[in-house]
């Protein structure tokens, strides 16, 4: 069964980095997982896309309030996925989440498409 599991998840002080990573089991040739998202949840939002990124890396995608900040990679050998978060800041505290499903595109962000959920890691920023 596909699984995965985020890891990094801290409390830090605005202006400093973080990197999350997303381990990516039980899929060995991608088929399942071809797109792996990053995710962030409010208390009582919606569901948020951050970033995705396709199989080997090729295509990358970003919400627009976090691009230049954060940066979304791929190791296939060690099948995980990173989130690089830079120069943070409080509004992006949040739970975050890493999903899955079997390809990418534009409509990448609706998280209601994904088949594919990790447990969460907490992302804490103070001012």
């Known amino acids: 069964a596909v699984q995965l599991g985020e890891s990094g998840g801290d409390s830090v002080q605005a202006g400093g980095s973080l990197r999350l990573s997303c381990v990516v089991s039980?899929?060995?040739?991608?088929?399942?997982?071809?797109?792996v998202a990053w995710f962030r949840q409010r208390l009582g939002q919606e569901r948020e896309g951050v970033a995705a990124?396709?199989?080997?890396?090729?295509?990358?995608y970003y919400a627009d309030t976090v691009k230049g900040r954060f940066t979304i990679s791929r190791d296939t050998d060690k099948n995980t996925v990173y989130l690089q978060m830079n120069n943070l800041n409080p509004e992006d505290t949040s739970m975050y989440y890493c999903?899955?499903?079997?390809?990418?595109?534009?409509?990448?962000?609706?998280?209601?498409?994904?088949?594919?959920w990790g447990q969460g890691t907490q992302v804490t920023v103070s001012s």
């Open positions: 999903a899955a499903r079997i390809w990418c595109g534009d409509t990448w962000p609706r998280f209601n498409e994904y088949k594919y």
């Open positions: 039980g899929d060995p040739g991608s088929y399942s997982t071809g797109c």
């Open positions: 990124i396709s199989v080997g890396g090729g295509s990358k």
